[in-house]
DNA sequence: ATTTAGCACTCGGGTATAAAGAGTGCTAAC
DNA sequence: GTTAGCACTCTTTATACCCGAGTGCTAAAT
């Protein structure tokens, strides 16, 4: 449907657009020493190419943009694949080296590394930790009223939330509590753990514990975390780079947006596994007309726990981002396959 | 040295312009009805004010606004104490009825609602957590050569950090070092925790533990936690509202600083006790040149423990703004003073 | 049947000019 | 001491103008 040439001709128009941001004409788009055809011809296929929905005009006599369609077509179909510099691969490397600080801090250096290395703004959905198992529970009492559930996982993540007591309870009792709990409940993925305490608990504790359902309800709810693991955001302030964004309030649509978290939850929440590319208003989100986004999940084994995004103007690198996501997601399934299977 | 009536022209200059943005000229203000001068002796005043400082012209034959000097005397000499309608009042106090949710949530929603309050940035130094005292240490061993240590304090406060376990230790040196550690560090303020840990324990655990001393060490580290409490900005785009930030350049500026969490640390670091107003360049940091920032520090006790604070425009409403924030500090002065005293 | 050269036309951006509006400073009168 | 009057300044807005980059179309060249 398309020729050879317009193929040709299209793919350099968004290239050089995505280099300079400005409308592409065909003087100028002749000159360049890999095209042979003179300006005439091209107008002629630029014509066509816009009557099919592949570029637009900013005004009746400017040169050629393109257009949303184009873009869709660029990625599925033209994109040369890139390769990454060997800097680039060392420094995302060395974020997975130094393992002390946690997966947390991991994930943060994560997205600062991405948006640097990018300088568009990176989104990391950190790992939700479903799947991470109960490695020991406790409840501390704080005074008379109020105590803190803790959950430690295989993974040495902690959950902690606090939670009220009953009145008239045991400090003895707790302790028996927390050993019935531990006992019943190790190794459970905290996916399930809400589910099972009840089931797995209770007809030991009613035997033992006095008063126990109260403080088991109130620890049942204390057990019931997020189910999506933290965000992470990186280069917020790059999209003031872009020259299309010199519209304040075009800028101020997308920080507005990148304040709401549960909008990026929306945006990055894991859908297929593999890379996404979304370009402006194939998101849902209305800030984002004018954005495009790149998503790639990353597993633990062969589930899908998080997701690693780039956000940045339609005229995005492409290719590049691309790449770069696509090495730095099978990084972290590696990195992160390894480190929890040697916890199991 | 200022004559009455130089005093009101410049308190009405400076109000009329953090009202209107608009550079102030002698013929509308002439026009207010409290007004009742000529335009042509106000014209005189002006030019005395200018001459000494209190105001400027953005070009020959403009109106006045106020400089930097101007803004410092009405902030010092002209400010008519505001008070704050009942449906603020109501607003501030909602956030400490629902106490459920520890503290930090708590602190998260003191800065959302400060900054839709004022509608310009509000930023919450979180309390540290110094002076809280230690209720319980944990140590969970995730595998062979890692493990969680976990410190709650008396105010339901958890820190946790991973830890490398030295080789060959056992489980049942563990819990004896958790017993020792508990028996003697328990109601130790964190501030001392680690420089008490060596001193309490070490004596005692070399009778019953061997190698302690590398565990212990480790264990000492990881104790070591932030001076400082965490971080809360609201309404981080607020400052797109203003007009004087229409220039992208200048909004840049700003948001840049407030992704960079160390210039915001120094910028809100409790300094003295009470309301401190810093305009303009009297904030040490470049991109507060066109901003003010208002802040007041919240205490347990007497100690204060963290720090409110309003960034805006240096055109801000100072008199709303020290009002609420004034209320607001006292507000949770008195809330965690409270929660603090019932738990010691 | 393509491809290309040539040409008339369009539009945005930059510059010059003019007029309007808001404001000042100064002088002289009140 | 206060104020009216006036000349002057500077910004803003509007208008006209030209230039450059680009297009679309037609006709010639290949």
Request: aromatic fraction near 6%; charge should be negative; hydrophobic fraction near 40%.
């Amino acid at each position: 449907m398309l020729t050879d040439r317009q193929l040709f001709i299209l793919q350099i128009i968004i290239d050089d657009f995505i280099r300079s941001a400005q409308p592409v004409g065909s003087r100028n788009l002749a000159k360049k020493e890999d095209v042979s055809y003179s300006p005439a011809t091209i107008r002629n296929e630029m014509a066509d190419l816009e009557e099919m929905g592949f570029l637009e005009k900013t005004h009746t006599s400017s040169g050629r943009v393109p257009s949303e369609k184009g873009y869709r077509y660029y990625v599925d179909h033209l994109l040369a694949p890139g390769s990454l510099a060997r800097s680039e691969k060392t420094a995302i490397h060395s974020i997975f080296t130094d393992r002390q600080h946690g997966i947390e801090k991991a994930v943060q250096n994560v997205a600062t590394i991405l948006s640097e290395l990018t300088s568009y703004t990176s989104i990391v959905l950190g790992p939700k930790f479903n799947d991470h198992k109960v490695k020991n529970l406790q409840i501390i009492p704080i005074d008379d009223d109020t105590a803190v559930a803790i959950i430690v996982t295989d993974t040495g993540h902690v959950e902690n939330r606090l939670f009220s007591l009953p009145e008239g309870i045991e400090a003895a009792d707790i302790e028996k509590m927390v050993n019935i709990l531990n006992d019943r409940l190790t190794g459970l993925p905290l996916s399930e753990l809400q589910r099972k305490i009840y089931q797995e608990t209770a007809e030991l504790m009613k035997r033992h514990i006095q008063n126990y359902e109260a403080v088991l309800k109130m620890f049942a709810d204390a057990a019931g975390g997020p189910e999506l693991g933290k965000l992470f955001i990186g280069g917020k302030t790059n999209i003031f780079n872009q020259p299309e964004f010199r519209d304040i309030e075009k800028v101020r649509l997308v920080m507005d947006m990148m304040e709401k978290e549960s909008d990026i939850y929306e945006l990055v929440r894991p859908t297929e596994a593999g890379i996404q590319v979304k370009i402006g208003t194939e998101n849902a989100e209305q800030a984002m007309e004018d954005c495009s986004l790149i998503t790639a999940s990353y597993s633990v084994g062969d589930e899908p726990v998080g997701t690693i995004a780039i956000l940045g103007p339609k005229r995005m690198e492409y290719s590049r981002v691309i790449t770069l996501v696509d090495f730095l997601s099978h990084d972290m399934t590696n990195v992160l396959t390894r480190l929890y299977n040697t916890r199991l």
